[in-house]
Each structure stands twice: as C-alpha cells, then as structure tokens.
C-alpha cells in the first residue's frame, strides 16, 4: 500500500521561504516519478513541479519557474519542494502525488496548507 505524508507548510510572509517534504512508503520509491500539486479555495488542483525517479528531469509550472525546485532522494524515499520568494498567489493546500505505471497520478498525500501573507 502506498502512503505519502507531506510536512512543512505553515505561514510567511511575501518574499520568505519554505520547503515542503514528502514522505513515501509502500512500492519501489525509485521506479516513481513524484510531483507537487496545489489547489486554493474554488480553484482546480494544478501541478506545481515533478520529477522523474531519477531526477534528471523536472517540470515547472510557470508560475513558479526560477522560483522554487524540486528534488527527491531515493535513499530517504522523500520528495522536496523547495519555494523561494514566495507570493499571496502561491496560497494553497500543497499535495504530493506519486504517478503510478500506468502513467497517472494515482497516490496523494492529505496535503499541507501553504499561506504567504502581504
């Protein structure tokens, strides 16, 4: 059974930092491609960053590009979301998702509140 716990959510303010952690359980960590999602009240779910298993290769959304990076390490089985400069619009219930092998994003976490004040 898979099993993701996000942490480090919280507070700041416009132009602080935080970074988020998700903790994987359950089937290979390392055969996984990870990604972050957020969704902020009476908006749709988007994805923010993932990253392939080996992690040479990520994808950004734009709204978040030059400022916040994605990492992972299989030995820990944790995925990261590093956010810097952060902005009121980056206020949302951040997700972790694992993709599964059939290409869809099947396993989320319960998600972690992210709120950046002005």
């Known amino acids: 059974q898979v099993q993701l716990v996000e942490s480090g959510g919280g507070l700041v303010q416009a132009g602080g930092s935080l970074r988020l952690s998700c903790a994987y359980s359950?089937?290979?960590?390392?055969?996984?491609?990870m990604g972050w999602f957020r969704q902020a009240p009476g908006k749709e779910r988007d994805v923010v960053a993932a990253i392939t298993w080996s992690g040479g290769s990520t994808y950004y959304a734009d709204s978040v590009k030059g400022r916040f990076t994605i990492s992972r390490d299989n030995v820990k089985n944790t995925v990261y979301l590093q956010m810097n400069t952060l902005k009121p619009e980056d206020t949302a219930l951040y997700y972790c998702a694992a993709e599964s092998a059939g290409g869809t994003w099947d396993y989320w976490g319960q998600g972690t509140q992210v709120t950046v004040s002005s």
């Open positions: 359950g089937r290979s960590f390392r055969d996984l491609t």
